[in-house]
């Protein structure tokens, strides 16, 4: 029996690509104040009455291009990890997702009920970056269930690992093998969130878009600034790699709803880069560290699609980290200055 543990934490998948089970998840994602943050009574409308009607359907026939034999990739991927780094540590790992199973009481549960002399669990948030929408939401997740479960053991928290030196060259090395072929330009495409949520976390209230050159000027706001530290991922890899300015640039996808999020949008570049004679096309999503709906589907179908059309010639999808020997290696270090 351990006296320490990890507890590993991602987004979530509905249990099937089953209308049903998609519409379960559309609507407790979405229902999430730090998701759609209006209140609530609006947004009980809008999600319950406009939003998970309409796009359970389409989310769910989208869901079954990707689902494989072992079910949800994000899932399967997660376990797998979860194993490797079990092996690894010699530790008790669990797993737990945002929304959705497993969940974060299953996971706390087994841990007390197998190991009760527990003194310790380590939260690993699986998102490098900090965002409302992603590791705020998860981690104040997961402590709330700590708070409600009463248990014995403490909570430590791994915090957002954007520039942590092992999570760049991981990341690095599983780009390095796609610059060995010829290529006009390499996009990073990461997760899109509204301007809103940018200027709630700017714990300064002042800083954030107060000038075009905000994310490179030292502040308080850049622990919580998802756009400054998407910036600091993209600019580190890239030195690594030995990049040149021109090669490479940044965007953001999954846009949802009218309001002005951060851009520029993946979408529009798939469609003007072969114009800009940007005709083969790496993509990689470091927000992502398993491939899942957003980067199996969205980029990798969508998105190539679109810049097919538009006149691109080859497009070439970068695998996320998932359960590389090195992302393992990542989680440990992760873990280890913690504990």
């Not at 083969?280 to 491939?291: E, Q």
């Not at 999808?317 to 992302?327: A, F, G, K, M």
Request: proline share 6%; net charge neutral; with cysteine.
């Amino acid at each position: 029996m351990s006296k320490k543990a990890i507890l590993l934490a991602n987004l979530g998948s509905p249990d099937s690509y089953q209308v049903k089970d998609v519409r379960t998840y559309l609507t407790q994602f979405l229902m999430d104040e730090r998701v759609i943050d209006i209140p609530h009574l609006v947004r009980t409308l809008l999600v319950r009455g406009i939003i998970v009607p309409f796009r359970s359907p389409k989310s769910a026939a989208k869901y079954k291009t990707i689902w494989t034999e072992n079910g949800s990739p994000l899932i399967h991927i997660s376990r797998q990890v979860q194993k490797k780094l079990a092996d690894v540590m010699q530790l008790p790992v669990e797993l737990c997702m945002r929304y959705a199973n497993p969940s974060t009481d299953m996971a706390f549960n087994k841990l007390h009920l197998e190991n009760p002399d527990l003194d310790e669990v380590v939260l690993v948030p699986l998102y490098p970056h900090y965002a409302m929408s992603s590791y705020e939401t998860a981690v104040a997740h997961v402590k709330q269930a700590h708070k409600k479960g009463n248990y014995s053991f403490a909570l430590k928290i791994v915090p957002p690992f954007y520039n942590h030196p092992d999570y760049i060259q991981s990341l690095a090395n599983s780009i390095k093998p796609f610059l060995e072929r010829e290529f006009d330009h390499l996009l990073f495409s990461y997760h899109g969130i509204p301007k809103r949520h940018v200027l709630k976390t700017d714990c300064t209230k002042s800083h954030c878009f107060s000038s075009e050159s905000c994310c490179s000027i030292p502040s308080d706001a850049h622990q919580f600034c998802y756009r400054h530290q998407v910036t600091m991922t993209t600019n580190l890899v890239a030195g690594k790699l030995g990049l040149p300015k021109e090669k490479f640039s940044f965007s953001f996808q999954s846009r949802l709803g009218a309001d002005a999020w951060l851009q520029p949008y993946s979408i529009d570049h798939f469609k003007d880069f072969p114009q800009l004679g940007i005709k083969k096309l790496l993509v990689v999503c470091p927000a992502f560290v398993s491939d899942c709906l957003e980067t199996l589907e969205e980029i990798e179908k969508e998105g190539r699609e679109d810049f097919m059309k538009y006149g691109g010639k080859e497009f070439s999808v970068i695998p996320c980290l998932n359960d590389r020997e090195d992302w393992i290696k990542t989680v440990e270090r992760l873990v280890i200055e913690q504990i």
